[in-house]
């Protein structure tokens, strides 16, 4: 009896936190991820091979706004781009989500409604993640029960640079609780995580405690999403396939505007992780000027010619 | 703590939906002539003979320009040509020749481009190789020899410095241009004068450097190069006129040089083959670990003397290490030397094809267990050989013990550092080795207790003008790079 008791005054996640611990996460060689890196970035990408990339490009946008000043009227603004992103070019996929903050949900969810295009929400005190546990699921309920169909949260870096893996590990799995059905992104915030080890035990550590997705970045510190970065994550996530068989996501977000860049985080995933991937389900950006490039080069590549930017719709 | 002990053989899917299209480096630039001829006393004149071989391209089997076919009479033209520009070289001021070595870095670099196509036309390896590592090292090595001309008295404290006389030199097909700036930098700048016999697959580099010789304004005489295969080579060596001797290339013709050899005055230098253990332990960060063991081996098709061709597993990681390592192989891509996204090119020539094939044929007699990668290569006549690896390698087979010279690994387990030092140290070569540990301490002893001239630690294959490169054993003697490369050209007293 004393046991049983023992047992349910245990937090499910923190057993999941124990099982986590024993398994170690790799070092990463810096210098070695660099030159990975440079050598996948040298991979050339022309003709129908751009053009195919920058489409899968476009089909695995997370279209983004994530301001203070954000009202209806913008991100209303914002859906209708992701419906019509160029009405004038044949056969264009759709992004994959529109990504908002929990108080614009409903109105997001109210205008793609049909189209396939996700509702995206951050929560759990975004971008800095500084507040309770209790405050974090409350928010993340909501911008559940308002219609979100993924739910983009920020670890609290503060307790995992202290050490405090547990608590970082209980805490996305109480969050992850709270999301239901949805689909939960978390975001590790590399540019505040200082060393490559440290992001691949942060990425080691959410995919454990139950991460759909693993993401870079809010995009509100400097450096966001960078190639090492993710080829870390990605690494992570393929070691968690190897050991398990399940797929984890990966969403590089903030300061991927180019759509050369972007297809080199393509580049880098194909080699890293393979077709098994290569899909909108296990891979996004999170970008709000991307798009617009993307657009750009597809019209380069259809017409030959560089159109002007105000071609093209800025929301 | 214990390992999770689960562990799934699930493989990646690399054949994508989305993947590369041919990026084709541009060729129009170069300027190939359809017929070379022998470049002696600053001029390039015909054969004595009158006879031609042909230099093909081993992506396509076909031929690239028909190549004089020197012999005695035409390396005793050569050395005779050396020796007399010789006594001009030796009295220049040493900053002078250093102006003209100087002179030649800067003209390669500024014709890099032209140089790295013809580079991988005529030795099958990959433009993203030749444009990235071979050309720019080329101009590193020229740079870095030329600021010795003026200053060998503080090279060798103590010593009176002179210049040799004539040096032979003879060079491999694996880094056709790059193996030659390697003997070519530090014989000039120490006022020696050259004659250069490139490998009989790959003159075209060396012929058009003679171009750069030509342009460069390098007084006639002070470089020939000599066109031709084996024969060819032995009649510089054994030319009484010939000072010194420096040969890079097979163990075996490497003992028949010394042999020619012994009783004359001549100096020699050996860089032979090797058969490199590279390392890796269980705390080694095996992501990057993976990503060396695939640049020392598949670099180069393979074509390298200290290739990283024996893999050494630790027990705890050899079935990740091998998951990775296989799936990292799917990715890389086997075709056109000449498309930027090749990572492996081809094989040199169809007789080297041929010896690759002996040996995977040995391995899987021995009872080794062949894994290949399952990417397209090209089926057009060309000589391609798909990265191999040998798991269950023993140090009782062939394919360990012998240099095989393609894109061919073996792996074996070990369980102490002991067992692997005792291990990686049991062959006849000692050019190179890797370690890959996550511990400091670790690397400084086991590096120290590898009998191996130059040996990496969490890393393979760099290279820098700086640092001598060199072998034990069986794979020669004599250091080039560096200060060290400075004093085979040399009479120090």
Known sequence: ?315 | MSKVKKRSTRGLDFDTSWSYAPALENKDHIGLKKRYDLFIGGKFVKPVKGKYFNTLNPATGKKIASIAKGEAPDIDKAVKAARKAYSLWIAMAPGERAKYVYRLARMIQERAREFAVIESLDSGKPIRESKTIDIPLVAAHFFYYAGWADKLRYAFPGKQVKSIGVAGQIIPWNFPLLMAAWKLAPALVTGNTVVLKPAETTPLTALKFAEIVQDAGIPPGVINIVTGAGETGAALVNHPGVDKIAFTGSTEVGKNIQKALAGTTKKLTLELGGKAANIIMEDATLDQAVEGIINGIYFNQGHVCCAGSRLFVQESVEEIVIQKLKDRMSTLIVGDPLDKNTDIGAINSAEQLKTIMQYLEAGVEEGATMYQSTGSIPQNGGFWCQPTLFTGAAQSHKIVQEEIFGPVLTVQTFRTIDEVLEKANNTFYGLSAGVWTDKGSKVFSMTNALRAGVVWANTYNKFDPGSPFGGYKESGFGREGGLHGLSPYLELN
């Open chain 1, 1 to 315: 009896m004393a046991l049983s008791l023992l047992i349910n005054n245990i937090d499910i996640n923190h057993i999941s936190y124990m099982k986590f611990a024993a398994v170690e996460s790799p070092t990463i060689d810096q210098v070695g991820v660099e030159e990975r890196v440079a050598r996948l970035r040298s991979r050339s990408i022309k003709k129908e091979a751009k053009v195919e990339g920058l489409n899968l490009i476009l089909s695995m946008i997370d279209l983004t706004t994530l301001e203070g000043r954000d009202t209806p009227g913008k991100v209303r603004q914002l859906c209708a781009k992701a419906l019509h992103l160029r009405d004038s070019y044949p056969a264009l996929p759709n992004v994959a989500a529109v990504c908002v903050y929990p108080t614009m949900v409903k109105e997001v969810k109210k205008l793609v409604a049909g189209s396939g295009i996700k509702v995206a929400s951050v929560a759990t005190a975004f971008p800095s993640g500084q507040s309770t546990k209790k405050v974090k699921i409350a928010e993340t309920r909501f911008a559940v029960q308002e219609g979100a169909d993924e739910v983009d949260m920020v670890i609290s870096r503060g307790k995992f640079l202290r050490g405090e893996y547990a608590y970082v590990h209980d805490e996305i799995g109480a969050i992850k609780e709270a999301c239901g059905q949805a689909y939960l992104k978390v975001i590790l915030e590399t540019g505040e995580l200082a060393t490559l080890d440290n992001v691949r035990k942060a990425s080691d550590l959410a995919i454990s405690a139950g991460a759909d997705f693993i993401k870079t970045s809010t995009g509100k510190i400097q450096p966001a999403a960078t190639l090492p970065v993710t080829l870390v994550m990605l690494e992570a996530i393929r070691d968690h396939y190897y050991r398990t068989g399940e797929r984890v996501g990966m969403k590089p977000a903030g300061g991927i505007s180019s759509a050369k860049l972007a297809l080199h985080y393509l580049v880098v995933l194909r080699e890293t992780l393979g077709e098994g991937w290569m899909h909108r389900d296990l891979f996004r950006f999170g970008a709000s000027r991307l798009a617009n490039d993307v657009l750009m080069q597809l019209e380069k590549e259809r017409t030959g010619i560089y159109q002007s930017i105000d071609y093209f719709s800025k929301d």
